[in-house]
């Protein structure tokens, strides 16, 4: 909210230090400040002198920040939401126990990765959609020019050869740009999030798979008493997976050392009243 009064209020103040069409001043300032913080850079409304040029520099850079807010806030609060009443759904019936096996991850209590990139995708479509409806008949534009500025829009492209000219036009850009760009940048972090998934089940499986060596198990020996334990064997594996680093395993194994207070390798009540009183 701040981010957009400031912008606002040196749009109106130095009005003049701006070139482009004109609408209603406080529409235009409120407009030009979304365009500005979603990057789209249409280019029907611009910095003409050394101050706002300075400014609007200033005003891109700090708007990444706030651009990384939003999109941690609006868009994963829909998809929450959707997440949520599909996960309300699954009951033991067979048709959910088909739909928890492909859609539902019920052991992390969350929906698969690939149906929320489907989700991100979905409004992405649906933005575009809408998009399309609304510039046909707030601008007067054919369907196609309306498609091609929804979808220029949408990915923050922003061409210039095309933009909202109306009151009515760029009161629906400041709510409609906000979504769909944020939308946007979510689908792209799902579809990372799904590669990054991919691999490292990969990882994961291949380890698995592995036979283990002896230098396997002199690496997995952490007393060094020739032998592994069942604990030991599964640290080892994390350790392969990427799961776990050896800084990490370290920092476990002080905490402990701290807590035994007897030196006994193990942890008793009398340790941890002991480690209560200090």
């Given at each position: 909210i701040i981010y957009a009064i400031i912008g606002m209020v040196i749009y109106l103040l130095t009005r003049e230090s701006f070139k482009g069409e004109e609408t209603f001043k406080p529409i235009d300032a409120l407009y030009f400040t979304v365009v500005t913080l979603c990057t789209i850079g249409y280019g029907?409304?611009?910095?003409?002198?050394?101050?706002?040029?300075?400014?609007?520099?200033?005003?891109?850079?700090?708007?990444?920040?706030?651009?990384?807010?939003?999109?941690?806030?609006?868009?994963?609060?829909?998809?929450?939401?959707?997440?949520?009443?599909?996960?309300?759904?699954?009951?033991?019936?067979?048709?959910?126990?088909?739909?928890?096996?492909?859609?539902?991850?019920?052991?992390?209590?969350?929906?698969?990765?690939?149906?929320?990139?489907?989700?991100?995708?979905?409004?992405?479509?649906?933005?575009?959609?809408?998009?399309?409806?609304?510039?046909?008949?707030?601008?007067?534009?054919?369907?196609?020019?309306?498609?091609?500025?929804?979808?220029?829009?949408?990915?923050?492209?922003?061409?210039?050869?095309?933009?909202?000219?109306?009151?009515?036009?760029?009161?629906?850009?400041?709510?409609?740009?906000?979504?769909?760009?944020?939308?946007?940048?979510?689908?792209?972090?799902?579809?990372?999030?799904?590669?990054?998934d991919k691999r490292n089940r990969k990882i994961a499986k291949w380890v698995l798979q592995k036979k283990m060596t002896v230098g396997d198990l002199v690496a997995a020996d952490l007393d060094h008493d020739g032998s592994i334990s069942k604990s030991e064997y599964v640290i080892y594996k994390l350790k392969e997976m990427g799961k776990i680093a050896e800084k990490d395993i370290l920092q476990i194994c002080n905490q402990f050392d701290m807590l035994d207070r007897g030196n006994c390798g193990k942890l008793t009540v009398a340790d941890l009243m002991e480690s209560e009183t200090d």
């Open positions: 029907d409304i611009v910095p003409n002198t050394t101050f706002t040029k300075l400014f609007t520099c200033g005003f891109i850079l700090i708007g990444f920040g706030f651009v990384d807010i939003l999109l941690s806030g609006l868009v994963t609060y829909v998809l929450d939401r959707q997440e949520a009443v599909l996960l309300s759904t699954v009951d033991e019936n067979r048709f959910n126990a088909m739909f928890r096996t492909y859609m539902i991850d019920t052991a992390k209590g969350r929906m698969r990765i690939r149906i929320k990139v489907g989700l991100a995708l979905a409004v992405v479509i649906g933005c575009i959609a809408i998009g399309t409806m609304a510039v046909h008949f707030l601008e007067g534009t054919s369907w196609v020019d309306s498609f091609y500025l929804s979808v220029t829009s949408v990915t923050t492209v922003g061409y210039g050869d095309y933009a909202f000219t109306t009151v009515k036009g760029r009161c629906f850009a400041i709510i409609w740009l906000l979504v769909s760009t944020l939308a946007v940048a979510r689908a792209f972090l799902y579809l990372t999030e799904l590669r990054i």
